[in-house]
C-alpha cells in the first residue's frame, strides 16, 4: 500500500518573497516527501514556467497565484489555481497591483529615514532582486542587512506590521471583486489564511459563506497562522457549505521560520475536488 500523496498548495519563491528560487523550491519539496507543491507567489506568475521545468520526476507543480486584496481597509489573500494565464483582466489587476507595490516603496523608506533607520536605493534594489513584486519582506531584508532589525519578524513586529510606524497602505482590490476576476480566468478561487494576523477581524464565519455567494471555492483551514481549533472550526464550515478546506505552509524558505515546506497538508480527496474545478 503507497502512502497517501501530500500536497502543499500554498509557497512563496524568490520571484516574489520566498528565499528559494523557483528551481530551488521545487527540489526542497521533492526532499521534503511532497507529491504536489503549488507555487502561489504574491500577484505574479513568473516563477511558475520554471517551477515546472524543474520539478524532479514524480513531483506535480499546480499553477498558482496568492493575490493581494483587501476588505474594509484590511488585507486579505486570494489564492488562483489553474486558470488562463494571459486572461487580459487579471492580468490589467495584477499589473495594478503590482504598480501599487512600487509606488508605495519610497513613502515607506522615507518614514524609515524619519524613524532613523535609512537606507539606499542600492540596499533596497540588492534586497529586492529583481521582483516583479516587492513588498514589505524586502524592506525588512534591506533593513536586516543594514544591522537594524535581527530578522524579518522583528522589522514587521517594530516598524512594518499594518499600523507600524512605517507602514504604508496601498491599493488592493476588494476581495470580491477579486474572486469575480480569479473565476473569469477560468483559475479557482480559495481564501488564504482567513484568520490570520491581517484579515480575521474582516473575514468572520457570516462572510466566508456570503464570499461563496459570489463564486469562491473555499479557503485554507489548515495554516501556521491558525491555530489548531481555528482550523477545525474553518473544516467545519467547510464541511457544512459544501466549501473546499484546505492545508497549507505558506513556505517562504528561510523568510518564515514557522511555515516549512509541508507543514500542514491537503486532504488528497479535496484536492480532487480542487483539480476536477480547476478543469
Ligand atoms: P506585503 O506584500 O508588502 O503586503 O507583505 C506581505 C508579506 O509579509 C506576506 O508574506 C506576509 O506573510 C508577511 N507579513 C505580514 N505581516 C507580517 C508580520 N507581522 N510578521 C512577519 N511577516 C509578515
Ligand atoms: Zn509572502
Ligand atoms: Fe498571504
Ligand atoms: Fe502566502
Redesign the pocket.
Known amino acids: 500500500m503507497t502512502s497517501p500523496a501530500r500536497i502543499d498548495l500554498h509557497t ?1 519563491s524568490s520571484v516574489s ?1 520566498g528565499t528559494d528560487s523557483p528551481e530551488e523550491l521545487v527540489a526542497a519539496a521533492a526532499r521534503s516527501g511532497l507529491d504536489v507543491v503549488a507555487l502561489t507567489d ?1 500577484d505574479t506568475w513568473d516563477g511558475i514556467d520554471r517551477a515546472g521545468r524543474a520539478a524532479p520526476a514524480g513531483l506535480e507543480v499546480v499553477v498558482g497565484i496568492e493575490i ?1 486584496c483587501g476588505s474594509a481597509g484590511r ?1 486579505v489573500h486570494l489564492l488562483g489555481y489553474g486558470g488562463d494565464r494571459t486572461d487580459p483582466a487579471l492580468l490589467a489587476e495584477l499589473d495594478r497591483i503590482r504598480t501599487a ?1 512600487r509606488t508605495r516603496v519610497p513613502d515607506m523608506l522615507a518614514k524609515l529615514a524619519a524613524l532613523g533607520l535609512p537606507l539606499s536605493t542600492e540596499a533596497v534594489t540588492a534586497a529586492a532582486h529583481g521582483t516583479p513584486s516587492i ?3 524586502h524592506l525588512a531584508d534591506a533593513m536586516v542587512a543594514a544591522g537594524y532589525v535581527a530578522d ?2 522583528e522589522a ?2 517594530d516598524y512594518l ?1 499594518e499600523g507600524g510606524p512605517a507602514y504604508v497602505d496601498r491599493y488592493a482590490p476588494e476581495v470580491s471583486a477579486a474572486i469575480g476576476l480569479v473565476r473569469d480566468a477560468g483559475a479557482v478561487p480559495v481564501l488564504a489564511h482567513p484568520w490570520g ?2 484579515s480575521r477581524e474582516v473575514l468572520g464565519e457570516e462572510r466566508l459563506l456570503d464570499l461563496l455567494e459570489v463564486g469562491l471555492a473555499g479557503w485554507e483551514a489548515d495554516h501556521p497562522e491558525h491555530s489548531p481549533a481555528e482550523g477545525a472550526a474553518l473544516h467545519r464550515l467547510a464541511r457544512r457549505a459544501g466549501a473546499l478546506a484546505t492545508g497549507s505552509s ?1 513556505y ?1 524558505g528561510t523568510g ?1 521560520r514557522n511555515n516549512a515546506l509541508g507543514c500542514r497538508t491537503t486532504d488528497p480527496q479535496v484536492y480532487a475536488r480542487l483539480r476536477e474545478l480547476m478543469g
Open positions: 512563496h518573497d504574491h493581494s488585507a507595490r513588498g514589505r519582506p524579518r519578524d514587521f513586529a506590521a494576523r491581517e505558506d517562504h518564515k
